[in-house]
């Protein structure tokens, strides 16, 4: 395969021939704080061994320009040998030491190594990001993740900064301006885990020791790091104390100790993602560090984080699976234990569970049902493909399995399985089947059933009660029907709901049941009264969406918010914002539920997922002519609750920015303003820098944020944050000129950083200005190729999903869709499937819209 991707089966024949003893990488970045030099040197050393001497294979390299190759002291000419993908080599001998020196890039992409000045003090800071497979932009690199190797890091960098890497650092030295630093090597890791962050961080600092099974103690120096701009809001003790927690529970849980000596902890900025485990030195999006008040939501999805990357320092980073067929290997595995370790490792995150089946499930549910949904052990032909497959189905589906699973093995079972796992597999790679032999071992089933229904195969199921009763109302049959192209095994558990004598609906009966093929009888309901309400897959055992019978569902149309146990009532309204996505319930009744109940609910996280799927109703599942309607609906119901909320509560915040969502009419908006002015207030309310910013984008968006007014606060904030946000307010002008700037700014130019590219496209998409993007459908089509062949995988992906017209849900845009896939079938599969995605969501929407309609 051409170019910068790298098939399935190329890695495969390299891996056959090729064994990594190890990488020694030399990186000079001592240009980065010069914003004019655009390379930094970069040297790599490989020594590896070869089965077949005299054959020939490839380094991966992504460099502007190699300066020398020499392999076993032969001088190779890169014009000849380096094609700007690949350095290739051929006379291989048993035994090889192969070094290619290269100038690299520095990027804006967030891919390879970043490089960003901060606007508050013009500091520069580095990062790298390579998963799956930009170490290449770095350095040489046998880029597959089954060519493990120790790796020794040396950087020389401005003798001002601190430099970290994946190991501790053995030397530094100063000369004149420069410092360098040398590593000790790292254990066997694949290329993508490779770290190596340096800049003039701020450095929080702390130490756990731990005393271990066979008497000896356990010492790992932690540190937390953020650029000094943000140091003044940096909790790294609270950071540092779910650390501590985490580490604390993981050695309980996986009987092995941490593996790779120290723990640092980098928040960086302009990051792609959430976080990635390099081990030793794992790197965060820096919006983790809250320099305005944020919910309590917002400290579980960060802590969350932290003990999902944790967990990879075992399941991803000790044991890797062998090719991203099995990313979930890890993925899964780190999804689920970021949920069960907030509550194992008794931090103060009690409703781990809750966010779990509210938020993470959704992102699956949404997966599941596209087109181009995939088993959880997926087909990744190239890495291209692998680049798409960090989605819900590996993430999201796959720790709901895994919740599955636990549930069907017992949890001793499946912790002692992952203890035998660690053993047996230490420093190497993995498939499925290697799971599943200690699985078996430990808890005498045979999961080779269980994985083809549940890791083979895709979609979602539903179950649906069947409830039948005689004259005096007692159960004569309960039965649970299951739907789906494949019928699998569910261990779930069936509550019966009734009221209380105060009126709340609490469950009155729980029954643990295996389900099996399309229809399975509960036996012990009959005899058993009626009950207000049947909830299927109580507790949340299984992965399926799950429905009502008639009865049910008037208890819940009359009295959802009168649930009281927290996920009970999360799994409702889960299943009934399914119902609505799904063209079951109209989005009018769902934003009226919304509206009724949302005011009442107790945990913040899920009233943040109501604020936005009910605005994702009104915007693209209402019928068009009910959206104007809908939308004061939801402002008024965010005023009335934004005057009503605790002074100061989390849940007065939250209201405070879905108003500023939902803002259109005169009232809002006037109030909108006095906020931003001094000249209104809410008791309680801190109108911070972060809200202000999103008070002045529901001005923008409204035409009523004038050029001088957002250049105003931007000077009050000319922080990375306050750029980003200021970007978005320009493009959510509703005005063709704004519309035009930001489109040009990222189609037309690739100068923009990540950040800003994205700040650009979130602007641009505001739904409200449907017609003013409407001009921009067609132009849309034609520049796909161009786009997916120009730009980084990464910014390519942001403009094909940002930019796809899907504010404009009509069928003319749906046959555009499909004309362009119809005529692109060579298209680039990543591509493809990209566009195939949105197109679905825009499928849904028009269905969602008759229904409402209806």
């Known amino acids: 395969m051409p170019g910068k991707n790298l098939s399935r089966d190329e890695a495969q024949q390299r891996a056959s021939i090729l064994a990594v003893d190890g990488y020694r990488v030399r990186l000079d970045v001592t240009s980065a704080p010069d914003p004019a030099a655009a390379v930094f040197r970069s040297t790599t050393t490989v020594a590896f061994r070869c089965s077949e001497p005299g054959a020939a294979t490839f380094l991966d390299l992504l460099a502007p320009a190699v300066r020398s190759i020499t392999l076993n002291g032969r001088t190779i000419d ?22 290619v020196e290269a100038d690299c890039a520095y990027s804006r992409t967030g891919e390879g190594l970043h490089r ?3 606007p508050v003090d013009g500091e520069t800071y580095l990062y790298t990001h390579y998963e799956p ?29 601190d430099v970290r890497s994946n190991a501790v650092h053995e030397t530094v030295t100063t000369e004149g301006a420069a410092r360098t630093w040398e590593f000790a090597p790292t254990k066997p890791i694949s290329t993508y885990l490779t770290a190596v962050v340096a800049g003039p961080y701020h450095v929080a600092a702390d130490h756990y020791s731990r005393e271990l099974a066979d008497g000896t103690t356990l010492d790992v120096p932690l540190a937390a ?20 927690l985490g580490l604390d529970f993981f050695h309980e849980e996986f009987d092995y100790p941490y593996p790779f000596g120290k723990y640092d902890q980098v928040f960086v900025p302009e990051y792609n993602i959430g976080a990635m485990e390099n081990p030793g030195c794992v790197t965060f999006k820096e919006e983790f560090v809250f320099r305005s008040k944020v919910t309590d939501a917002a400290y579980e999805s960060r802590a969350n984080v932290i003990l999902h990357e944790m967990a990879h320092m075992w399941f991803g980073d000790l044991v890797t699976m062998r090719w991203w067929d099995d990313l979930w290997l890890k993925e899964s595995f780190a999804d689920f234990m970021g949920s069960y370790g907030l509550i194992g490792a008794r931090t103060r995150y009690s409703s781990a569970w809750v966010t779990f089946a509210n938020q993470r499930k959704a992102w699956a549910y949404r997966q599941d049902q596209l087109p181009t949904t995939h088993p959880i052990t997926a087909d990744i032909r190239d890495l291209e493909a692998a680049k798409l497959n960090f989605d819900g189905i590996t993430y999201a589906k796959g720790a709901s399995v895994l919740k599955q699973l636990v549930a069907y093995v017992g949890s001793k079972a499946f912790f002692e399985g992952a203890r035998r796992y660690f053993k047996r597999h230490a420093f190497g790679n993995t498939e499925l089947t290697d799971l599943l032999d200690v699985l078996e071992e430990t808890s005498g089933r045979d999961l080779r059933s269980w994985a083809a229904a549940w890791l083979q195969t895709a979609g979602v199921n539903s179950l649906t009660p069947q409830l039948t009763t005689d004259a005096a109302g007692r159960i004569t049959e309960l039965a649970v029907v299951q739907d789906g192209d494949v019928l699998r095994p569910h261990r779930i558990a069936v509550g019966l709901y009734d009221r209380d004598p105060d009126g709340a609906l609490v469950r009155s009966e729980r029954i643990e049941l295996d389900v099996t093929g399309a229809r399975t009888v509960v036996a012990e309901a009959v005899g058993r009264p009626r009950p207000a309400l049947v909830l299927l897959n109580d507790d949340d055992l299984t992965y399926c969406k799950i429905r009502f019978d008639p009865d049910s569902l008037e208890t819940l149309r009359a009295g959802l918010g009168d649930i009281r146990d927290d996920l009970a009532r999360a799994l409702a309204w889960s299943a009934v914002w399914n119902l609505t996505r799904d063209g079951l319930m109209p989005a009018r009744d769902y934003v009226a539920l919304v509206l009724r109940f949302a005011g009442r609910e107790g945990n913040i996280g899920v009233l943040q997922s109501l604020h936005l799927q009910a605005k994702t109703a009104v915007d693209l599942y209402a019928d068009p002519a009910w959206r104007a309607e809908g939308g004061r609906r939801l402002a008024d119901g965010a005023l009335h609750e934004l005057r009503a909320a605790v002074p100061g509560s989390d849940h007065q915040l939250a209201w405070a920015r879905f108003l500023a969502q939902t803002a259109g009419g005169a009232e809002h908006l006037g109030l909108v303003r006095g906020l931003l002015a001094g000249s209104a207030r809410i008791d309680g309310l801190d109108v911070d820098q972060e809200l202000r910013w999103a008070l002045w984008l529901a001005l923008a968006a409204a035409g009523q944020a004038g050029d001088e007014e957002l250049a105003g606060e931007l000077a009050t904030d000319n922080t990375a944050s306050g750029r980003r946000q200021y970007t978005q ?18 189609v037309d130019s690739d100068e923009l950083p990540n950040a800003l590219v994205e700040a650009n496209i979130a602007g641009f998409s505001v739904a409200a200005h449907r017609d003013l993007t409407a001009l921009y459908a067609a132009p849309y089509f034609k520049l796909l190729e161009r786009v997916w062949s120009e730009r980084t995988i990464e910014i390519a992906m942001r403009i094909v999903a940002g930019f ?28 493809r499937r990209l566009v195939l995605e949105c197109r679905d969501d825009l499928a849904r929407a028009l ?4 229904c409402d309609r209806a």
């Open 729 to 746: 307010c320009l493009a959510a002008r509703p005005t063709p000129e704004a519309k035009a700037a930001a489109w040009s700014a990222v």
């Open 133 to 161: 497979a930009d170490a290449r932009r770095v350095f040489a690199t046998f880029e597959q993740p089954d060519l493990k190797a120790p790796f020794t890091f040396t950087v020389t960098a401005p003798a001002a900064w």
């Open 804 to 831: 796809f017209p899907r504010a404009q849900t009509g069928e003319s845009t749906l046959a555009e869709a499909d004309a362009w896939l119809d005529g692109h079938p060579q298209a680039a599969p990543a591509l």
């Open 847 to 850: 269905r969602a819209q008759a």
């Open 78 to 99: 890169p014009a000849t040998a380096y094609d700007g993908a690949r350095v290739h080599v051929d006379g291989l001998a048993a035994e090889n030491v192969l070094t």
């Open 225 to 244: 790091l953020c650029r000094k701009s943000l140091a003044q809001y940096f909790d790294a003790d609270e950071i540092l104390g779910v650390t501590k």
């Open 116 to 118: 960003f000045t901060d």
